[in-house]
């Protein structure tokens, strides 16, 4: 007897502490919460929660879209319900980098019975120096998807490995990244209205600037995006240059984990370029270098990879600016245009509507120009016009400011001109054929 | 390994679990690898000099204790005190090469060239040495337990490992507390049981310990480096308030070790000793350093200034004493002119103060205004001397000394003060974090210690208070990748 009353009350005192540990870890969760409500942006990642919970809603998943925001601009998943006639959905976040991809897939397919993923392939997230990937810099994507996944082993090595240790604490808890906010009583009613609005609380996103122009978010995800490509956008600075094997080692090692986990899993996998505004490409230096470098994969893998910055211009018409709103994301209106495009190609295998090479591409697109690339000078930006011909065309350029208009240069061949760095205003460029008289393309850059 | 590392935060929980899975008689020697690994985390070679301490203070307790047990007792008390010389020669040796070298190489060559001896001598070698962390520390910790043998204080340990242990013991490694033989290797041969009690108050200590360290001695320390890395461009106000922001900057980077320490040692059933008093609250200098880094005040005291004669041979002896054993604290802080310039400083308050006070009666009945008056008057006496110490350097400490006689009380309303990258806000936390350090002191001075208090009250009450301070530190602390790091200053010493 005497032994029972000692075993119940050693029980009852270990049950009590147990109460005593559970209500420490509540009270800290509770100001976790507290905090979170108070400091996280409302607005920044408005995006990736409407995405997390649609797809954890979504009862299944025939084809996976991962990738970037060139993913939920440029394809719609919706259209690709019709053409297909599957569930296809785009768990595509801003600036995903591979290994966020990695977690993702894993995530996806933990969840649902996914027949086949699609893989975007971004070369502005996947080149650069090695490292880049737990840049703090680049974490918040990262950060953003863990903070609406669902808790599991999972979530917890997505949570480990996309950071250094320094970084742990402001993964972990999400309101120490606006530590610099922490006394600011503006923002923080700021963000205690914006979460309670009915659109915030109804996971809904609709914005619409005086244009009329609006941004949509769309739950399977799409952004629909009415705005058109600006004269600002058509000014790039000149990038170093992807040299041979440009992919950096992080992305590499992911992009093969992913391919093998598909493999392993027996889940078909196709690897993807979206098609970007040229000028961009041209600004890489040497885009081809990458180019070859995902087809040695994909060869090796034997998995196809179409990149769409060389489709055919006859076979995908969007090098205008009314089919972008930046200079790598599509709006609606390309977006619909690439989606069946997109359809059309990976369903039956339309390797004839590529070329080789994006240089390839240049040479066979019609004359045109897209815009400036610049570089940074001592006490001048050197401007550069980005035309996909070397040799026989003329350019005048004239430069309009609020004094009026002043020429840079008459018709010449020569593409390089300098402009101050404390000046702004718009440069007109006019483009003709050697030997003819007339222009056959007038543009206007802002800088 | 940093206590304020995401290293330690898995680190301590796996050493600690384990440590209460496996059998009593395996306790000390997975505690003994841990703490070898804890330190050579810094650097592995480093482990085979502790090593090395290690072993001959240990063959040394060992080998006095036998000559001891010799009939002929002159003989072997001779021998046992040769023997302890050799085991003080190397041992202080050890510590001399590695601290002093490149003070010594210094010197010595500015002594030739000024005497133009025509010789040459290439002293640079001296520059490539690497202080060992913590050696300060467990050197004095072994030399103590080696004269506590020698005086037959106690008996040498036989078992090695546990006596490795005392030496290596993770907590107080690098920054001390210098614990004594009789406290910490008793508690050693003795393995505790988990205790509820014992982890809940290593908790709140540990929190506190990291409250101090990170909310204000890191915090203050980002204006305290500005001034005194830039001393010849701030003046005035700037060093004085930098000066007293570095005194509470010290004070919280070494009691928060010391606690952090305290806190850690707790949760494996070990109580270290108390390294500071509520020092700031001090009347004199004397007192103040019978509060403040205790472990080591206590050892000068015991190994030095009574074996000198302490107060035994007169008034004049007790003051040369005094300043000798000052005088080598500050050598013990850093190889520098300044640092010994620190301790005599403090050496020299004392020897002042009890000139004064021979040729007067005691007041046994201040009053209150006559104590705060005294004890601000110590803070003050206690900050110029910090102001060496800090700027670790004669020129820059005289540079500082002649900017401060400049008056720019605009500062204080201009809103410059908040420039020099502590914003106005986190200047506010950080004085109102050391209002609050000033009153657990307070309670401390008067024999009550908070985190006793706190553990009488309900249990809800303690679950609030230390998710509040845990939220604080997260908060208001200096931690991540914004802010360097910053090591706590005495594991340079």
């Known amino acids: 007897m005497t032994q029972i009353n000692l075993f119940i009350s050693s029980f009852k005192k270990y049950y009590k502490r147990i109460g005593k540990i559970l209500f420490v870890m509540l009270l800290c969760l509770s100001m976790k919460n507290i905090l979170d409500y108070m400091y996280v942006n409302y607005d920044d990642s408005q995006w990736v929660r409407i995405i997390w919970r649609a797809f954890y809603n979504e009862e299944e998943i025939d084809n996976l879209y991962l990738g970037s925001s060139h993913v939920y601009c440029d394809l719609n998943p919706y259209l690709l319900d019709e053409l297909n006639g599957e569930n296809n959905f785009s768990l595509s976040t801003s600036a995903q980098r591979l290994n966020g991809s990695y977690y993702l897939l894993k995530e996806a397919d933990k969840e649902k019975e996914l027949s086949h993923v699609y893989l975007e392939l971004n070369y502005g997230l996947a080149t650069g120096k090695d490292g880049e990937f737990k840049d703090p810099d680049n974490l918040t994507a990262n950060w953003w998807n863990v903070d609406y996944m669902r808790f599991s082993p999972n979530k917890l090595e997505y949570m480990f490995t996309m950071c250094d240790k320094e970084n742990y604490p402001e993964t972990l808890l999400p309101f120490l990244r606006y530590k610099t906010r922490i006394f600011d009583l503006n923002y923080i009613k700021e963000q205690v209205e914006g979460k309670q609005k009915e659109n915030y609380k109804n996971y809904e996103f609709r914005s619409e600037n ?78 081809d270098a990458y180019v070859s470098q995902i087809n040695e994969i994909a060869e090796e893998y034997q998995i196809e990879y179409y990149d769409f910055n060389l489709c055919k211009e006859e076979k995908l018409p969007l ?27 990976v369903e039956n295998n339309q390797k004839d509507y590529f070329y080789d090479s994006f240089e390839e591409k240049l040479n066979n697109a019609e004359e045109r120009v897209y815009g400036f690339t610049y570089s940074k000078g001592t006490e001048n930006r050197e401007f550069k016009i980005a035309s996909n011909r070397e040799e026989n065309l003329e350019y005048r350029v004239v430069n309009v400011s609020e004094d009026g208009e002043a020429l840079i240069q008459d018709y010449s061949t020569n593409k390089e001109f300098s402009i101050p760095y404390d000046t702004s205003g718009k440069c007109k460029v006019e483009v003709r054929r050697i030997g003819e008289t007339e222009a056959f393309q007038v543009m206007e850059i802002m800088y | 390994m940093l206590f304020n590392s995401i290293d330690f935060v898995v680190f301590f929980p796996i050493v600690l679990i384990i440590y209460y899975c496996i059998p009593i008689k395996y306790k000390h020697l997975w505690l003994l690898l841990s703490s070898y690994y804890f330190y050579m985390n810094w650097n592995p070679a480093y482990g085979l000099l502790l090593f090395f301490c290690t072993f001959l203070t240990y063959a040394g307790g060992l080998f006095i204790e036998k000559i001891r047990k010799q009939e002929n007792k002159d003989k072997s008390a001779s021998q046992a005190k040769i023997c302890l010389a050799l085991c003080l020669c190397l041992n202080l040796g050890i510590l001399c090469y590695f601290k002093y070298s490149r003070f010594l190489g210094g010197y010595f060559s500015k002594l030739i060239s000024v005497l133009h001896v025509p010789v040459e001598i290439n002293m640079t070698w001296t520059e490539s040495i690497i202080l060992p962390v913590g050696i300060s520390f467990y050197i004095l910790q072994s030399l103590g337990y080696l004269i506590d043998v020698y005086r037959k204080e106690i008996y040498a340990e036989k078992n090695f490992f546990r006596y490795a242990l005392f030496v ?194 005691a007041n046994q009945s201040a009053g209150k205004i006559l104590t705060v008056c005294k004890c601000l008057g110590t803070f003050l006496l206690i900050c110029f001397a910090w102001l060496f110490f800090r700027a670790g350097d004669m020129s820059d400490a005289l540079v500082l000394l002649r900017n401060m006689c400049c008056f720019n009380w605009e500062i204080l309303v201009n809103g410059e003060l908040f420039t020099l990258g502590i914003s106005k806000e986190f200047f506010t936390v950080l004085i109102i974090s050391i209002g609050i350090l000033g009153c657990v002191d307070y309670l401390k001075y008067q024999k009550k210690d908070v985190v006793d208090i706190l553990v009488q009250k309900k249990w809800w009450v303690q679950g609030i208070v230390i998710v509040m301070l845990v939220y604080a530190i997260l908060v208001f602390g200096c931690y991540g990748v914004e802010y360097d790091t910053n090591q706590f200053i005495y594991f340079q010493f």
């Open chain 1, 319 to 345: 090098q205008s600016v009314d089919n972008f709103w930046d200079t790598i994301h599509l709006n609606s209106k390309g977006a619909d245009t690439f989606t069946r495009v997109f359809w059309d190609v």
């Open chain 2, 168 to 361: 290596s013991f993770f907590p107080q490694l690098v920054a001390g507390p210098i614990e004594r033989s009789k406290n910490l290797l008793v508690q050693l041969a003795q393995p505790q049981k988990l205790s509820w009690d014992n982890c809940k108050k290593g908790l709140f200590i540990m929190s506190w310990g990291f409250f101090l360290k990170l909310v204000i001695a890191d915090r203050a320390a980002i204006f305290v480096d500005m001034v005194y890395e830039n001393c010849d461009r701030y003046t005035g106000l700037y060093i004085v308030i930098a000066t007293v922001l570095f005194a509470f900057q010290i004070y919280c980077d070494f009691y928060g070790y010391s606690i952090i320490a305290k806190g850690v040692s707790l949760f494996f059933g070990i109580r270290l000793m108390d390294n500071f008093d509520a020092p700031y609250f001090s009347k004199s200098v004397a007192e103040f350093w019978r509060r403040w880094h205790i472990s080591l005040s206590g050892w000068f005291r015991d190994y030095l200034y009574i074996p000198l004669g302490g107060n035994r041979k007169g008034f004049v002896r007790k003051q040369i004493n005094k300043m000798i054993v000052f005088a080598v604290s500050g050598l013990w802080h850093g190889a520098s002119i300044a640092f010994i310039v620190w301790g005599a400083l403090n050496g020299f308050y004392q020897v002042v103060a009890d000139i004064v006070h021979r040729n007067r009666k």
């Open chain 1, 210 to 287: 005086e244009q009329g122009q609006i941004i949509e978010f769309y739950e399977k995800g799409y952004w629909k995006v009415t705005r058109e490509l600006s004269p600002y956008g058509l000014l790039m600075e000149q990038k170093d240059g992807l040299q041979e094997n440009p992919l950096t080692q992080d992305a590499e090692t992911c992009l093969r984990k992913i391919i093998e986990y598909c493999q392993e899993e027996q889940i078909e996998i196709t690897l993807f370029s979206t098609p970007v505004y040229e000028l961009d490409l041209i600004a890489t230096g040497n885009y």
